[in-house]
């Protein structure tokens, strides 16, 4: 699966080809990267991106064309010299507090095969904003990952990736996907290792009975309480919480 970042910070976005899970998967063929600076998408000799946003107030506003040069550039090595004309562009999705919160099923249609065909460009915002002109032209979807405000979108595009990545096969095991919170709708349990008693702590005492029918019942009814108290919202499913 491809994607593509449109940043100011091209260099935050190591980190995810440097450590861990994505890492790995990246290092497996799972997944490519490739980042776009709009700085380089200018006209004028101060590599001009933003500007003083019409009607007043605080802050700059990122403008639309180095961005729409940006995309197009993306787009364009992404589909190649030969692409069909037919043939679907890539998603292009911008990271932004207007945006619909990123929930587990939109990670997983994401991860899916059409748009692992396609790839998805992530445009990521800054300053007070994205020219509304741009994101009425070329964005898809607007995603947001909390509500809260950041500095940039990159950390919210690298979440996203790092979700998606951890979807495609074969960069995680089927079981460790599975028993994941949100892998059946609702939050994963507490887990323990060693040693049993720690600072006088005991390690539930079902977990070292060696039943494993009694395990799976406790760590159900254990994730059904977490989920209970931490997230209700999750619990829509009348079958879900029998």
């Known amino acids: 699966m491809r ?3 449109i940043t100011l910070f091209p260099e935050m976005f190591e980190a995810l080809v440097q450590y861990g899970v ?3 998967a990246h290092e497996r063929g799972l997944w490519r990267l490739r980042t776009w600076n709009p700085r380089d998408f200018t006209q004028d000799v101060h590599r001009t991106v933003d ?3 019409f009607g007043g107030g605080p802050g700059m506003v990122l403008m639309a064309e180095p961005l729409a040069r940006a995309v197009e ?3 364009a090595e992404a589909c190649g010299p030969e692409a069909d004309a037919g043939e679907a562009a890539p998603w292009v999705v911008c990271l932004s507090a207007a945006g619909r ?3 587990d099923a939109r990670v997983k249609q994401l991860a899916g095969e059409a748009a692992c065909a396609r790839g998805v460009i992530l445009v990521c915002g800054r300053y007070e904003g994205i020219d509304q002109r741009f994101v009425e032209e070329f964005v898809d979807e607007e995603i947001s990952i909390g509500d809260f405000v950041l500095s940039g979108g ?3 595009a690298m979440s996203l990736i790092d979700a998606v990545v951890r979807q495609l096969p074969g960069a995680l095991k089927v079981e460790s996907v599975r028993d994941e919170s949100f892998g059946d709708g609702r939050l994963d349990g507490p887990q323990y290792t060693r040693p049993e008693t720690w600072r006088g702590r005991p390690v539930p005492p079902v977990l070292l009975s060696g039943d494993h029918a009694r395990i799976e019942q406790w760590r159900r009814a254990q994730s059904l309480e977490r989920t209970r108290c931490v997230r209700p919202d999750l619990l829509q ?6």
Do not use: K, Y
Request: charged fraction near 40%.
């Open 3 to 5: 994607f593509d970042a």
């Open 22 to 24: 994505t890492r790995r």
């Open 51 to 53: 500007d003083r946003p």
């Open 73 to 75: 550039a993306a787009r």
């Open 101 to 103: 919160r990123l929930t």
């Open 154 to 156: 990159e950390i919210a």
């Open 237 to 242: 499913d009348n079958a879900l919480a029998s």
